[in-house]
T-cell receptor, first 112, second 118 residues
Framework: KQEVTQIPAALSVPEGENLVLNCSFT??????LQWFRQDPGKGLTSLLLIQSSQREQTSGRLNASLDKSSGRSTLYIAASQPGDSATYLCAVSQGGSEKLVFGKGMKLTVNP | GAVVSQHPSWVICKSGTSVKIECRSL??????MFWYRQFPKQSLMLMAT?????????EQGVEKDKFLINHASLTLSTLTVTSAHPEDSSFYICSGLSLAGGFYNEQFFGPGTRLTVL
C-alpha cells in the first residue's frame, strides 16, 4: 500500500528564504507526482506535475524534482514571500490507476 | 489550467436530511471524477471514483448507499449525502481528470464544499 510522508508538518520562516519541502513515498512504481497548494478553507491548486519519466519541473519561483528510485521528491521555493503561506500537499498516482495518494501536507508560514 | 467548480460552497443542514453537491468541469471533459473528504488538519481521503455513464467505485469503508454518486455527463458529477449526521460534517472536494492536451492524466480540483450537519 502506497504511503506518502511529508516532514516536517509545519515550517515558519522569515521572508526571503529559499525553502526545500520534502516528500517521500514507499512504492516507487508511480505514474506521476503532483504538488498542490491549499489555502485555509479552500480547495487545491495544482503547482507542478512531474511524470515518472521526468526528473524535474519548474514554474516561476517553484522547482520540483523527482527521484523515483529513492522514493523522494522535493519542492524548492525561491525567495519566499508572505503570500506563499499555505499548506503544501504532495500526491502520487500509481501506474495503471489515476487515484492520488496524498501526504498529510506541510503548513508553511512566511513571516514578513 | 483546467477549471472545476463546486456548488454549493457551503451548506448547513439538519440531521437526517439529504444534501446534494455538484461538481462541474467548466472547460474540459472529465470522463473520470473523484470525490474526496478532508477533516480538519487532515489530508484528503479518496471516497470514490466516478466514471461517466457507469457506477462509481467506492473506497474501502465508504458506504455507497450513504454517499450516492451520479456522473450523468462528461462535465457533471454529483455527490448526495443521504440521511446526514453530524459525523458527516466535513470538507468535500471533487476533482476532474483531464486526459487531453498538455494536462494528460492530471487532476484538477474544485474549491470544495463545507458541509455542517447540526
Amino acid at each position: 500500500k502506497q504511503e506518502v510522508t511529508q516532514i516536517p508538518a509545519a515550517l515558519s520562516v522569515p521572508e526571503g528564504e529559499n525553502l526545500v519541502l520534502n516528500c517521500s513515498f514507499t512504492d516507487s512504481a508511480i505514474y506521476n507526482l503532483q504538488w498542490f497548494r491549499q489555502d485555509p478553507g479552500k480547495g487545491l491548486t495544482s503547482l507542478l506535475l512531474i511524470q515518472s519519466s521526468q526528473r524535474e519541473q519548474t514554474s516561476g519561483r517553484l522547482n520540483a524534482s523527482l527521484d523515483k528510485s529513492s522514493g523522494r521528491s522535493t519542492l524548492y521555493i525561491a525567495a519566499s514571500q508572505p503570500g506563499d503561506s499555505a499548506t503544501y500537499l504532495c500526491a502520487v498516482s500509481q501506474g495503471g490507476s489515476e487515484k492520488l495518494v496524498f501526504g498529510k501536507g506541510m503548513k508553511l508560514t512566511v513571516n514578513p | 489550467g483546467a477549471v472545476v467548480s463546486q456548488h454549493p460552497s457551503w451548506v448547513i443542514c439538519k440531521s437526517g436530511t439529504s444534501v446534494k453537491i455538484e461538481c462541474r468541469s467548466l472547460d474540459f471533459q472529465a470522463t473520470t471524477m473523484f470525490w474526496y473528504r478532508q477533516f480538519p488538519k487532515q489530508s484528503l481521503m479518496l471516497m470514490a471514483t466516478s466514471n461517466e455513464g457507469s457506477k462509481a467505485t467506492y473506497e474501502q469503508g465508504v458506504e455507497k448507499d450513504k454517499f450516492l454518486i451520479n456522473h450523468a455527463s462528461l462535465t457533471l458529477s454529483t455527490l448526495t449525502v443521504t440521511s446526514a449526521h453530524p459525523e458527516d460534517s466535513s470538507f468535500y472536494i471533487c476533482s476532474g481528470l483531464s486526459l487531453a492536451g498538455g494536462f494528460y492524466n492530471e487532476q484538477f480540483f474544485g474549491p470544495g464544499t463545507r458541509l455542517t450537519v447540526l
